[in-house]
């Protein structure tokens, strides 16, 4: 029977990871069959830390694989170009893995680039049609485009950044806010078989319950760094706090199980 782990938001060598290392996080994958990195494992665009974080993604996978774990690898908006597989279904596609980022029309919300990549994504969209595999490819070269484009020219001035800042706070607290029921709202419309939906991006671990589905959002290894990792063995589904103990990860309080024959 396999045994699946899934952690999302590594951001491994962003200055605000909490991971300094990542043979911190080998550990967490001893007796798992199988490790699923929900997105934004690396920061494939960052001018200081790229090739530093891609590096560490190379290691990541090699010392899984010698601890005869296999990897796979799906793509976020810091790391769209990661891997060409956007998403992962079991239980006959009752639950799904994603990063999160494709339910939002601007991607990152609270960006002060958002209304450019929710143009990248809608151009897109016209040309491909609109469904599960269109919205997710959409959103990948999306923000692929985006991070490509960003120029200091681009930036906010330095008079309008006070207020950028004001504006961003508000906004991700608006997100936070709303990312439930979009979320659901997008299952509805393009994956309306789901029943647990896993998700990151945002940040914001939790657990919620609309309209018989649950969405899981299992945090990040950044700010505000709330990690949790799942865990899906056979039928069961279970969702886990990761605490840091002497420079390495561990399992800690179970927040929730579930029963996947009984979704």
């Known amino acids: 029977m396999t045994r699946i782990l899934i952690l999302s938001d590594l951001h491994l060598c962003k200055r605000l990871s909490t991971i300094e290392n990542v043979a911190e996080l080998r550990p967490l994958w001893q007796g798992f069959d199988e490790l699923i990195l929900n997105g934004d494992t690396e920061e494939s ?17 090699e010392s899984a694989e010698i601890d005869n774990v296999k990897v796979h690898l ?7 170009m990661i891997s060409d597989q956007h998403a992962l279904t079991y239980h006959n596609d009752k639950v799904l893995i994603m990063h999160g980022h494709a339910v939002f029309p601007e991607i990152a919300p609270w960006t002060w680039y958002a ?3 929710k143009s990248h994504r809608e151009e897109l969209l016209l040309a491909s049609g609109d ?18 484009s960003r120029e200091v020219k681009n930036r906010p001035s330095l008079v309008k950044i006070p207020y950028r800042a004001v504006w961003c706070i508000a906004k991700i607290l608006h997100t936070w806010w709303r990312c439930p ?40 290894f950044a700010f505000p760094s709330h990690p949790r990792g799942v865990v899906i063995d056979g039928n069961k589904l279970q969702l886990f706090r990761i605490r840091k ?19």
């Open 245 to 263: 103990t002497n420079n390495a990860y561990f399992f800690d309080q179970e927040l929730g199980s579930w029963q996947l024959s009984a979704l």
């Open 115 to 117: 209304s450019k990549i």
């Open 131 to 148: 469904g599960f595999d269109s919205q997710l490819e959409a959103t990948r070269i999306a923000s692929d485009r985006s991070a490509k």
């Open 45 to 61: 665009y960052s001018k200081k830390h790229s090739a530093k974080s891609q590096r560490a993604t190379r290691a990541l996978i």
């Open 181 to 220: 029921s979009i979320t659901e709202e997008w299952l509805t419309k393009y994956a309306p078989k789901t029943k647990i939906v896993i998700v990151g991006h945002t940040h914001r671990a939790g657990i919620w319950k609309i309209k018989n589905r649950i969405i899981i959002n299992t945090g990040c």
């Open 74 to 80: 799906l793509d976020g908006n810091h790391d769209p």
